[in-house]
């Protein structure tokens, strides 16, 4: 089966404390996203990779970080200076054949605070 | 910065009858415009795209038009059912035609039978 994993789908953090986000794709997809959605929001773009080993701020950047070490894994990491951490993440993938790529979706992480 | 509205109230129709959904956006010309799906819970999955060049879009059920005087797109879910309820965004790039998509906030979708 193709597609996208993250995991966990639910993830506790406590004050003070890091966590990581998984997300692995098996599409051969160049390009990876994080999305962050709060309730009646829409998807706010945190960062964005095009190729392994680089990547780029995206509008809400502040208090996370990531890395892509390889194509398929594009982890993020939730840091303390994160002062609001609560929402669904959202990681998706496309690739970059041309305009209007269609995003694919992993299933989601929930983060809550302790 | 371009900005894209979709009506925040829920849509709420009868079974058998067509939804339509708007999303408007302002400030640039989109090279192309998206449509996803959204279950409560999960990911967003990719429903149809129209580019500029083109009025209007169909597929089994849905259909999409995109008028880029009125700056606007209008999605159609012909003979809708419970199943179709849901909250669909639309998705515009981030600048003429960057390959990131920016997404509306979505309008949530119920079908009653």
């Known amino acids: 089966d193709g597609g996208i994993t993250q995991s966990p789908k639910y993830l506790f953090r406590k004050e003070g404390q890091n966590v990581t986000l998984s997300c692995e794709q098996n599409?051969?997809?160049?390009?990876m996203y994080w999305y962050r959605q709060d309730p009646g929001q829409g998807l706010r773009l945190i960062y964005y990779s095009q190729i392994v080993n680089d990547f780029q701020k995206g509008d809400i950047a502040e208090g996370y970080s990531v890395s892509r070490e390889k194509k398929e894994s594009f982890p993020l990491t939730v840091t303390s200076a994160q002062k609001n951490p609560t929402a669904f993440y959202l990681c998706?993938?496309?690739?970059?054949?041309?305009?209007?790529?269609?995003?694919?979706f992993g299933p989601g992480t929930r983060l809550l605070v302790l | 910065s371009q900005k894209i509205e979709q009506n925040s109230e829920a849509l709420n129709i009868q079974e058998g009858k067509t939804a339509t959904l708007t999303c408007n956006y302002t400030?640039?010309?989109?090279?192309?415009l998206q449509w996803y799906r959204q279950d409560p819970g999960r990911g967003p999955v990719f429903l149809l795209l129209i580019r500029e060049n083109e009025k209007e879009k169909r597929k089994e059920r849905l259909k999409v038009t995109f008028d880029t005087t009125l700056k606007q797109s209008l999605f159609h879910i012909t003979a809708s059912q419970p199943a179709d309820s849901a909250t669909y965004l639309c998705?515009?790039?981030?600048?003429?035609?960057?390959?990131?998509?920016?997404f509306g906030r979505g309008t949530s979708l119920i079908v009653h039978p």
């Open positions: 400030n640039y010309s989109p090279a192309y």
């Open positions: 599409l051969n997809h160049d390009a």
């Open positions: 998706a993938s496309s690739t970059l054949q041309g305009v209007g790529e269609t995003q694919y």
């Open positions: 998705a515009l790039p981030a600048s003429g035609g960057s390959y990131i998509p920016t």
